[in-house]
């Protein structure tokens, strides 16, 4: 069981950036892909950017791509998401997911992952 905790969110002006951390408080989800998803009231959960386990390959969804980077640090049981150049549509919660078993690809589909955080606040105001 790999319990995982989100940190990072914030309120930023629209231009700014934040970096989201994803921490493995319990277990380890160093051999796993790790993605993160965004959700706002009303919406279903949006996945943004995923990473191998390896950390080699990411992928991103079209609107976040040349603004966001995710990247992970297995040693530490960490995985991060730069954001930059923040705009008021990227305002949700964001979650870390990751699968619980291995596989090479990066699902964009949040029912593929097994373990989720707790979800960070991301506010960007115009």
């Known amino acids: 069981q790999v319990q995982l905790v989100d940190s990072g969110g914030g309120l930023v002006q629209a231009g700014g950036s934040l970096r989201l951390s994803c921490a493995a408080s319990r277990g380890t989800f160093s051999g796993f892909t790790v993605g993160w998803f965004r959700q706002v009231p009303g919406k279903e959960r949006e996945f943004v950017a995923g990473?191998?386990?390896?950390?080699?390959?990411?992928y991103y969804t079209d609107s976040v791509k040349g603004r966001f980077t995710i990247s992970r640090d297995n040693a530490k049981n960490t995985v991060y998401l730069q954001m930059n150049s923040l705009k008021p549509d990227d305002t949700a919660v964001y979650y870390c997911?990751?699968?619980?078993?291995?596989?090479?690809?990066?699902?964009?589909?949040?029912?593929?992952?097994?373990?989720w955080g707790q979800g960070t606040q991301v506010t960007v105001s115009s």
């Open positions: 997911a990751s699968l619980g078993f291995v596989y090479s690809g990066i699902p964009t589909v949040a029912g593929s992952y097994d373990y």
């Open positions: 990473v191998s386990w390896s950390g080699t390959n990411t």
